[in-house]
């Protein structure tokens, strides 16, 4: 079992910045990946980031690229999310999660956070 608790979240305005941090109880393979996730009302879960815990590998959808940053801190079992440029679309509640092979499917993620609340204003 694995436990993911993550803060960071807040309310910004369009332009602004705001970094996210997950912390996991452990780690159990070296093959675990974290991600990133969102969900805005009325919207499915979105994949937002990934990153593995060995090599440092990781994705990104389009339309973070550029602006978004998924690091992680293997010393700590925290992976962190900064969010420069933050548009109001980015609006959402932000989940981390793990999952034991390389993904950026929802339902390769075995564990997930409770999620922190992004609200970006224009």
């Known amino acids: 079992q694995v436990q993911l608790v993550e803060s960071g979240g807040g309310l910004v305005q369009a332009g602004g910045s705001l970094r996210l941090s997950c912390a996991a109880s452990?780690?159990?393979?070296?093959?675990?990946?974290m991600g990133w996730f969102r969900q805005a009302p009325g919207k499915a879960r979105e994949f937002v980031a990934a990153?593995?815990?060995?090599?440092?590998?990781?994705s990104y959808v389009d339309s973070v690229k550029g602006r978004f940053t998924i690091s992680k801190d293997n010393a700590k079992n925290t992976v962190y999310l900064q969010m420069n440029s933050l548009k109001p679309e980015d609006t959402a509640v932000y989940y981390c999660?793990?999952?034991?092979?390389?993904?950026?499917?929802?339902?390769?993620?075995?564990?997930w956070g409770q999620g922190t609340q992004v609200t970006v204003s224009s």
């Open positions: 999660a793990a999952t034991r092979f390389w993904s950026t499917t929802t339902a390769a993620y075995d564990y």
């Open positions: 452990r780690r159990t393979n070296s093959n675990y990946a």
């Open positions: 990153i593995s815990w060995s090599a440092g590998r990781t």
